[in-house]
């Protein structure tokens, strides 16, 4: 078979997904099998607005990961995936659009804008998921939902009517978030919070002095006030202090007048004031704050709206703001403020200034009759089952920030002001006003019997359909065979960003309504930062697009950068570098492949029987071949335990080691004698030859197992290229068997031989570099050991050290003394002497390393007079200072060892 001199991951990548979605591999079978466990997972649903990004590879990377191993255990498996239809930021992309046209939603109405927008799905939505495909997400494609599909808006409906029978669901005026870009309600957990410095007015309201007070001296003729958002006063009923503040106790009952309102409102005592912030006066705006608001209802005030929906000041605001943007309507009150000498000064504030999660706008307070459910009743199942551990998050530490968050837990303003989403269930008869919550839409009311019924405006909150996901994807309401076989699914792989959003109340949801935990555990993954520790977005520029290098380097290079670089839990630091690592993996994989594939062919000719096949025993001649088998049943353990543990970073790192290092660099070194022995020489070493290939095969052929789940389409490449030499009875590697752990192969004293052997030729590779020998230059070698039976191992493998480090002369003993005119290493209880004389031109290299002395020696002086400064030490970071330091320590180990190696051959 013709194998690529160079790895081209496109045609394979695309091949092999085709075969393994033609073949239905990433679909479970359809009889479902009850003595079988089986293994599911939810796919997050990305916005049908999305495209994919390195945050989006992680995740999926990280889910494909569980799935292909627990497949290869051959457990069922389902991945679960489906898009999002992202109310908020889908009608914003098509009312963008809209708006080249000149066209806005009101003049086309709400019916034209939702048709449009399903076009705008079938058209250019869902691009994400075809991106998943080239990513190698192995899900069950035939399952693949969206929250608006006719099944996912039954649910919704259906748990919408049972919560509001149950009094949890109601419609109250409360102070809701409102994004006056997007026109529309937020919950608390759809606002980012930015830390920010901003400023801090104190202004003076005058104090009303009628019915003869303005002779009092104890009245003062101001109270001042401090706000951070001024336009808002236009919305005052009243300013408050501490009823236990004694420089406002004899201002009970009086009134202050409103700047420019033409109203006088009440002075009134209330404990929510805090005595230190400010000058212990705070305006009440109850329909513009959460907190007035609060205080509003305890003193019976009535609340002023002061701006509309758009954020733009209204009649009530008074005729010289009305129509005037909220930040237009601040700059112009405070320099009217100003000009009447109303503001006693202004200060810079720290404030946390809230944002639309989707458009960036600043969310302003706003008092809106919405709908909201009672989350309290909800909340204690799930508060239970993390508790006891019937739920785990991982890592450990946001089991805290859950609990915390469970157990402050607000009711959730569940409807939104647009027309893209599920349209709530709630209707009402014009004739008399009675309402109606059904799951489909009354003809009649029950009441009067009017035709004449509308349904309520609003949607649902986009999260209403997603935290039904774990059951509403299987077929919920109806009793199906999934729900009961599939449901508890395993494991959810999430950001820590919507654990809140999202995993709190899937989890509130499915015991509510299937009396069921969602998941078993959740996996809460890092962010993915640059080089600098920024978080990467198109904002900064710093986000690359996944496409672009999945066309460069393949698929396969990015999942295991990836993977190789996420600690569990931790953030990742993506760069260039980082994906070189993956690039250079895959080729490094390659080239061994096809060197032993070539090799096979040129050994077997005609004959492809010539190598031991799978199911007949393989002979090991020699040390190294016991060693490889020892050390590949132990990575199997171990990477197995990893896999089942989450850390599949530290799966990724072992297996790189292993792959790289233990077998190509070194086993498969040790074999080329073997591998390149003469047909002729005798029957013998062909029968050799032919097992040392088929060692070759089948560990390769086992490695390639266990790297499958973080690098599926090299390995199933590979792993096929190998059955049609070495064939098994199972037709793909991604349904294939993991290799099982035996303990038998397991040798101890095996890897403590090879361990010894190859310290020995890391010391004398290492001490032929120092002195610049050439590769091809053989040397002589003196190993002190501290006992006979080392001496005997490494005597053993005299070709080894040959073959490795173009040893031609080597003497091993207990009582080896270094020899005149020769290098030493020394590694635990090994002494490595390497003798120069011959190898080497002595004056030349007495020159290099004379040069390397002098400026080494200048680097350090320079080094020390920086570290001894003492303007470097006060004004320069922290960290500049520790590197050169390190800096400083690095240069004077080589300073000291370039100075040894002079002494040592200054006799030659």
């Not at 590769?775 to 050991?785: A, F, Q, Y």
């Amino acid at each position: 078979m013709k194998i690529d001199k160079t790895y081209s991951p496109s045609d394979i990548e695309q091949k092999w997904y085709q075969y393994w979605e033609d073949n239905r591999y990433f679909t479970p079978p359809e009889k479902i099998d009850k003595a079988k466990k089986p293994f599911t997972v939810l796919m997050p649903p990305p916005n049908v607005t999305g495209i994919l990004h390195v945050g989006h590879v992680l995740n999926n990377t990280l889910q494909d990961i569980a799935v292909r191993y627990k497949r290869m255990t051959g457990a069922p498996t389902l991945w679960i995936p489906g898009m999002d239809h992202a109310g908020i930021a889908t009608q914003n992309v098509v009312e963008k659009d809209l708006a080249k046209e000149g066209i806005d939603r009101h003049s086309i109405g709400r019916e034209k804008l939702v048709e449009k927008i399903w076009k705008w799905k079938d058209q250019k939505g869902g691009k994400i998921v075809e991106q998943l495909r080239l990513l190698g997400a192995s899900c069950d494609w035939t399952r693949e939902r969206f929250t608006l599909d006719k099944g996912l808006s039954r649910a919704v409906k259906e748990v919408f009517v049972d919560l509001y029978e149950k009094g949890l669901i109601y419609q109250g005026e409360y102070i809701i978030n409102w994004c006056p870009r997007c026109i529309s309600a937020l919950s608390n957990d759809e606002v980012d919070h930015y830390d920010e410095v901003g400023k801090l007015w104190y202004i003076r309201y005058p104090i009303d002095k009628e019915n003869g007070e303005s002779t009092r001296t104890d009245v003062p003729d101001y109270l001042t006030i401090a706000t951070t958002r001024p336009e808002t006063m236009l919305g005052d009923v009243a300013v408050a202090v501490n009823p236990d503040d004694p420089r406002y106790s004899q201002l009970a009952d009086k009134r202050v007048i409103l700047p420019y309102t033409n109203r006088k409102i009440p002075i009134i005592l209330d404990d929510y004031v805090d005595k230190d912030f400010g000058t212990g006066v705070v305006k009440i705006t109850p329909a513009h704050d959460p907190n007035d608001f609060e205080v509003g209802r305890r003193h019976k005030l009535s609340p002023i709206v002061v701006m509309d929906e758009q954020g733009r000041m209204n009649e009530a605001a008074g005729e010289i703001f009305a129509g005037m943007d909220r930040f237009e309507c601040r700059t112009k009150l405070i320099k009217m403020l100003g000009d009447d000498d109303l503001i006693d000064k202004i200060t810079d504030h720290d404030l946390s200034l809230g944002k639309c999660y989707r458009c960036d706008s600043v969310v302003e307070p706003y008092l809106s009759k919405q709908w909201f459910v009672k989350m309290k009743p909800l909340s204690e199942r799930a508060i239970q089952a993390v508790e006891n551990g019937e739920i785990t998050l991982q890592p450990e530490r946001w089991k805290k920030v859950f609990m915390h968050w469970m157990n402050n837990i607000r009711d959730w303003c569940i409807s939104r002001q647009i027309w893209w989403g599920h349209r709530i269930p709630v209707y009402y008869c014009s004739d008399c006003d009675r309402i109606m919550v059904k799951v489909e839409a009354p003809e009649l009311c029950p009441a009067c019997n009017s035709r004449n019924i509308r349904q309520d405006e609003d949607v649902l909150d986009t999260w209403f359909s997603s935290w039904l996901w774990p059951f509403s994807t299987m077929g919920w309401p109806e009793k199906t065979k999934d729900i009961e076989y599939y449901l508890p699914t395993n494991l959810l792989v999430t950001a820590p960003e919507i654990i809140y959003l999202w995993v709190a109340r899937m989890i509130m949801a499915t015991y509510e309504f299937c009396d069921s935990k969602p998941f078993d555990t959740v996996l809460l993954h890092g962010t993915v930062r640059d080089e600098i520790g920024r978080k990467m977005s198109k904002s900064l520029g710093n986000s690359p697009d996944p496409i672009n290098i999945i066309e460069q380097v393949g698929a396969d290079a990015l999942r295991f950068s990836m993977v190789f670089n996420a600690p569990k839990g931790a953030d990742i630091y993506y760069s260039e570098a980082v994906l070189e690592n993956g690039r250079n993996f895959c080729n490094k994989i390659w080239n061994a492949y096809r060197y032993i594939m070539t090799n096979a062919a040129d050994i077997c000719s005609n004959d492809d029987k010539c190598i031991p096949q799978s199911t007949e025993p393989i002979t090991m001649t020699e040390l190294a071949d016991r060693w490889i088998y020892s050390r590949l049943n132990q990575v199997i353990k171990q990477v197995v335990d990893y896999y089942e543990d989450l850390r599949y970073n530290d799966a990724a790192q072992l297996l790189q080691e292993f792959i790289w290092k233990e077998f190509c660099s070194w086993y498969l070194e040790l074999t080329k004698p073997r591998v390149y022995a003469k047909k002729e020489e005798s029957d013998d070493s062909l029968q050799i030859q032919r097992q040392v290939i088929a060692i070759l095969l089948d560990v390769l052929q086992k490695s390639m197992k266990l790297l499958h789940p973080i690098m599926p389409f090299i390995t199933e490449e590979i792993w096929q290229g190998v059955q049609q030499v070495r064939p098994t009875d199972e037709e793909a590697l991604i349904i294939s068997r993991l290799p099982q752990f035996q303990s038998e192969k397991t040798d101890n004293d095996i890897d403590e031989q090879m361990n010894l052997i190859q310290n020995s030729v890391t010391a004398i590779r290492n001490l032929r570099k120092q002195v610049n020998i050439p590769p091809g230059t053989e040397v002589s070698v003196l190993i002190r050991v501290s006992s006979q039976e080392r001496a005997a191992v490494i005597n053993k493998s005299y070709k080894y050290f040959n073959k490795l480090a173009k040893v031609s002369d080597l003497q091993v003993g207990v009582a080896i003394s270094k020899p005149k005119g020769s290098i030493a290493s020394v590694i635990g209880d090994l002494e490595v002497y390497l003798k120069l004389s011959g190898v080497i031109d002595v004056e030349k290299e007495k020159q290099r390393l004379n040069k390397i002395l002098v400026k080494t020696g200048k680097e350090l002086e320079r080094a020390a007079k920086k570290l001894a400064n003492p303007n470097f030490l006060t004004k320069a970071k922290e960290d500049v200072v520790e590197k050169e330091r390190v800096k400083k320590e690095e240069m004077q180990l080589t300073f000291d060892k370039t100075k040894q190696l002079l002494n040592d051959i200054q006799n030659l």
